[in-house]
């Protein structure tokens, strides 16, 4: 299957500070990526949906400009949590979709973010 | 707006039993629906898909059914292995094709050696 790589698989950082995630389809080009938020035994929430060269479309109840979504090529796309609170300590999956017409989407390893 | 609902949320059984994991969705209008894997602090790894036009899909040991209009979707394990032990989720995607999918809370699943 199709592999989507996410850097970095972890990070820590302090409250009030901003924090990139990067989301990559390596081996084909994605129009479409999801960004996912995950909390301990949940099930996947979507946060946002991004297409590559427009402005990406949140979900209810998501802040944009808290939860920023740039996804400048074909193969890739990136959220940044600015000014980040303790209570978006959680794991961020992109996922990428892939083929038209049978539209099969693929999963990034995730990232685990905590914020102290 | 979709719901999806995964039974049962765990399941433990011995190795070499034969399984089925059962998903179902509120709004029949799909496009297609996937099966993945997801192992603790993982990403997902995609198991099968299956098209709104069809009725099944294999992969090796595993088989998913689709019964769009009643709205349940099945996945069949044949001969469990230790190595299956992960939470499986089911998820849909809207009739327009590119929307986001919507999951289930998933089946953990326990195979004893």
């Known amino acids: 299957g199709a592999v989507v790589s996410q850097h970095p698989s972890r990070v820590i950082c302090k409250s009030g500070t901003s924090v990139k995630i990067e989301c990559r389809s390596l081996d084909f080009q994605a129009t479409t990526m999801f960004w996912y938020r995950q909390f301990p035994k949940k099930s996947l929430m979507l946060m946002a949906t991004?297409?590559?060269?427009?402005?990406?479309t949140y979900e209810q109840g998501v802040e944009k400009d808290k939860f920023l979504i740039n996804h400048a090529s074909l193969t890739l796309s990136t959220l940044t949590v600015t000014s980040a609170h303790p209570e978006d300590s959680s794991f961020y999956i992109c996922?990428?979709?892939w083929g038209q017409g049978r539209y099969e989407q693929y999963f990034g390893p995730g990232t685990r973010l905590t914020v102290t | 707006k979709q719901e999806v609902t995964q039974i049962p949320a765990a399941l433990s059984v011995p190795e070499g039993e034969n399984l089925v994991l059962n998903c179902s969705f509120t709004?029949?209008?799909?496009?297609?629906l996937q099966w993945f894997r997801q192992d603790p602090g993982k990403g997902l790894t995609s198991l099968l898909l299956i098209q709104s036009s069809q009725r099944e899909q294999t992969s090796g040991r595993l088989n998913a059914s689709l019964d769009k209009s009643s709205g349940r979707s099945t996945l069949y394990i044949a001969a469990s292995q230790p190595g299956d032990s992960a939470t499986y989720l089911c998820?849909?995607?809207?009739?327009?094709?590119?929307?986001?999918?919507?999951f289930g809370k998933g089946t953990h699943l326990i195979i004893q050696p």
């Open positions: 709004d029949s209008a799909i496009y297609n």
């Open positions: 991004s297409n590559e060269g427009s402005k990406a």
């Open positions: 998820a849909v995607r809207g009739g327009g094709g590119a929307d986001g999918l919507t």
């Open positions: 996922s990428a979709l």
